[in-house]
């Protein structure tokens, strides 16, 4: 199990004091609450990837990776309309080329980072696919600056403000995932077999990328150089991890060990019968 470093917690958010009092009451006592009452927890993950913390508590049941698998239904309660244009834009890209860069739902960049990250993914000069949210950095750059990085970047860069993420990552294309270490997003690239650049940002994501950066080895992590993640920075570590075969090597046997578990008589798949079978007693 990776160390938790104390000024990271869940509930040490960026914000008011009310926000980190509420979290903590979330995550302490309120889960504390509920874990008592419950004969079984599920979990969106499998053995092999946290070996050590389900010996520590056995009434966790890992019954994941889970997402769709061979048959991928339209989306429901996502936040924005997703931009499926992408899949043929990365159908014309190169194998194992393309870096994939989404930091999920409410991540938000100052207007100094979200440059530095922009300019980083330019001098990359590989292919890129970045999720945009509307609200993910203040309009301070101007129309004017983002427009001319644009152009700039036509034909080798899509921006897009939301997409299909099982899709995207699925596709042979993509070599890389510059993520923000939700839990979600963090699966569905070890599902798929796809190395992460980490940038967390708050809660569980920084534990998620010690798990990645130092537990499986299956990625590395982004470091602040005077309060920013300069451009140079994104393009070193994105070098780094496209090109380390360790990694590569890493990541493969995850992502076979994710699929075996949730195949018949893999790990998974047998937690999900016993919990099915709990929910009929």
């Given amino acids: 199990m990776p160390p938790v470093c104390p000024s990271r917690m869940p509930w040490l958010i960026d914000g008011p004091p009310e926000g980190q009092q509420e979290v903590f009451q979330l995550v302490v006592y309120d889960n504390a609450k509920a874990t008592s009452l419950a004969e079984m927890l599920v979990c969106n993950s499998f053995l092999d990837a946290e070996t050590a913390a389900f010996g520590l508590f056995p009434e966790i049941l890992p019954i994941g990776p889970l997402f769709a698998d061979k048959e991928l239904r339209k989306p429901v309660g996502q936040f924005w309309p997703e931009d499926v244009s992408c899949l043929e834009w990365l159908d014309a890209q190169s194998e194992g080329s393309v870096?994939?860069?989404a930091f999920g739902s409410f991540t938000i960049f100052d207007p100094r980072q979200f440059r530095e990250l922009a300019e980083g993914l330019e001098l990359t000069g590989r292919p890129f696919l970045w999720v945009v949210r509307p609200d993910f950095t203040s309009d301070v750059l101007g129309k004017a600056w983002f427009d001319e990085f644009q152009s700039r970047i036509a034909g080798k860069g899509m921006i897009v403000?939301?997409?299909p993420q099982q899709q995207v990552l699925a596709h042979p294309a993509v070599a890389c995932f510059m993520s923000h270490c939700?839990?979600?997003s963090t699966m569905e690239a070890v599902r798929n077999g796809v190395p992460i650049l980490c940038?967390?940002?708050f809660a569980d994501q920084f534990t998620n990328r010690s798990y990645i950066c130092d537990i499986w080895r299956t990625g590395l992590a982004v470091t602040l150089g005077d309060g920013v993640v300069t451009k140079?920075?994104?393009?070193?570590?994105?070098?780094?991890?496209?090109?380390?075969e360790g990694i590569a090597e890493r990541v493969g046997m995850l992502?076979?060990?994710?699929?075996?578990s949730i195949n018949e008589g893999g790990s998974s798949y047998k937690n999900f019968q016993r919990f099915v079978t709990l929910l009929n007693e």
Wanted: hydrophobic content about 40%; proline content about 3%; overall charge negative.
């Fill in 99 to 101: 870096v994939y860069v």
């Fill in 232 to 244: 140079e920075e994104v393009k070193s570590k994105l070098e780094q991890v496209i090109g380390d």
């Fill in 161 to 163: 403000s939301w997409c």
């Fill in 199 to 201: 940038w967390p940002y």
């Fill in 182 to 184: 939700g839990w979600n």
């Fill in 255 to 260: 992502r076979d060990a994710a699929r075996m």
